[in-house]
């Protein structure tokens, strides 16, 4: 049958002290839902969907607290089809097809259709998902999958095409205070029975820290006013000390293997390219709070300080690599250390890609025209016989010459012509590129 108490809540005082805050105060409506107004605000397509009750498969992906477990407890309780759950770490194949056999018995369930909430999809395995799809597709099942990790990357492409994918955002701070002053004033579900008293300062330290989750904001409350012994008079004061040491510490949302990996090394990159020493630090931070491979940051350093900085200061490459040989035999936490002094020396640098462009431009002319014939008398010559054939003739060597430099032809016939490193006016390549255009423009000894 379908689990038609999937969601439901102990209303009895010792439902209500067993069910966890975060679980007695989901949302029951739409109208309860905090945040996410991009998906679920009034004349949007996600909101018209649920309340005209004419859902099509979704995904709802996100970060942990921000609604999508939620959202689905709302869809259960406006539906009128059957509506099912399970959760991919506990389910099965055979549980698919429990579901779907249910759905399709015409006794039970005339209209021959059924929701199904899958919660952490992304944890279904190949063989699992591929069991939802011919459902899916006839319309037997109507997919409501939740997941906090990118389903793009992580759920099979096939009912990705067969679902429209909403992404939820982490709740601002207001959302969250707005939710902790509910639990604080909710007597049905919340701490409203209780006499609590705490000022805004920690409510909004709560809000702030719990980073966009309002799982962990509410959990948080619960354990410091549980923790709390009440007074004579039956009040619990609760104290920023209090809340702190509920938080302990401040959520670092991110996933070595997920998105927030992804996302996070993008902003990394982007902001020491872009001279935002501030902003590279901070993103080193949470990667190295996440528990990120300190290697695998230090080559993004070394891959940036060549492909961004490159001649405009030659040092950058020369420090992130000694950073990373420094970092392999040293180890956190004192790493964090060298890799923040790599860090601001790529972010603080004169920035030139005029060495990353001209060896692309050279991969490309080599990959796309006729590479042309090496001139002979810069070719290798061991062999006297060699020598009859040209090779080696007529070579000047530039330390016989005034400077060190001797002009003559390098590249073959067909490109003799071709400019493929073209140094800027940033840093030291300035330098470079006003010794390029003397040379190019005809210094240096003709002979």
Known sequence: MPDSRAFALDNSPEGRAREPLAWRMAPRSLEEMRGQSDILGPGSLLERMIRADRLSSIILFGPPGTGKTSLA??????????????????????????????????????????????DEIHRFNKAQQDALLPQVEDGTLILVGAT???????????????????????????????????????????????DVEIDRESLDYIANVSNGDA??????????????????????????????????????????????H???ISAFIKSMRGS??????????????????IEFIARRIVICAAEDVGMA??????????????????????ARIILAEAVIMVATSPKSNASYLAIDRALEAVRSRRTGEIPYH???????G???????????????????IVRQQYLPDEIADERFYEPTEHGYERRIRDWLDALRGGGGSED
């Open 215 to 260: 799982r962990r904001a509410l959990n948080a409350l619960e354990l410091a006013v549980r923790s709390t012994e009440p007074d004579e008079s039956g009040r619990i004061t609760i104290t920023l000390r209090d809340v702190e040491e509920s938080m302990q510490r401040r959520a670092v949302r991110f996933d070595r293997a997920g998105e927030e």
């Open 386 to 404: 060699m020598r009859d054939l040209g090779y080696a003739e007529g070579y000047r060597y530039p330390h016989d010459y005034p400077g060190g």
């Open 73 to 118: 407890r709302v869809i259960a309780q406006t539906t009128k089809l059957p509506f099912y759950r399970l959760n991919a770490v506990t389910a099965g194949v055979a549980d698919i097809k429990r579901v779907i056999a249910e759905a399709r018995n015409l006794l039970l369930n005339p209209g021959g259709r059924a929701l199904l909430f899958i």
């Open 378 to 384: 810069i070719r290798n010559a061991p062999a006297s």
């Open 313 to 334: 200061n030659p040092q950058a490459l020369v420090t992130a690599e000694a950073a990373y040989s420094a970092i392999s035999r040293i180890g956190m936490p004192e």
């Open 262 to 264: 992804y996302d996070t």
């Open 276 to 293: 935002d020493p501030d902003a590279a630090i901070y993103y080193l931070a949470r990667m190295l709070e996440g528990g990120e491979d």
């Open 148 to 194: 906090t990790e990118n389903p793009f990357f992580e759920v099979n492409k096939a009912l990705i095409s067969r679902s429209t994918v909403f992404k939820l955002e982490p709740l601002s701070a207001p959302d969250i205070l707005q939710i902790l002053e509910t639990a604080l004033t909710d007597r049905e579900r919340g701490l409203g029975e209780l």
